[in-house]
């Protein structure tokens, strides 16, 4: 298993969860890692992505509530979500082994089972 996450759950409108996502070795060294998310009846979205260096990059509708970040010694990502509000609501999903520009999810390899983050 390349990506296993957790972390989701059920919050109120302000409040705050962190999601993480273990990789095996090889994924947590590819080029970038990501996550995103999937609200029902909707396309697959672009939250946050990171690369080897530490490069992230955020989407506009979570700007200043999320932050992406890794921990290289434990070889997990994480997506810590504050002001949470009642559109986050999705499916979550951890995504490995990226390339080209890392924002489309066709870049990924591999990905998460997924985690569902509902916030009321």
């Known amino acids: 298993v390349q990506l296993v996450e957790s972390g989701g759950g059920s919050v109120q409108a302000g409040g705050s969860l962190t999601l993480s996502c273990t990789a095996s070795?090889?994924?947590?060294?590819?080029?970038?890692m990501a996550w995103f998310r999937q609200a029902p009846g909707a396309k697959r979205e672009t939250v946050a992505t990171?690369?080897?260096?530490?490069?992230?990059k955020v989407a506009d509708s979570v700007k200043g509530r999320f932050t992406i970040s890794k921990d290289n010694a434990k070889s997990t990502l994480y997506l810590q979500m504050n002001s949470l509000k009642p559109e986050d609501t999705a499916v979550y999903y951890c995504?490995?082994?990226?390339?080209?520009?890392?924002?489309?999810?066709?870049?990924?390899?591999?990905w998460g089972q997924g985690t569902q983050v509902t916030v009321s």
């Open positions: 995504a490995g082994a990226g390339y080209g520009s890392c924002m489309q999810s066709y870049e990924y390899d591999f």
């Open positions: 070795e090889s994924t947590y060294r590819s080029i970038c």
């Open positions: 990171i690369d080897s260096n530490g490069v992230t």
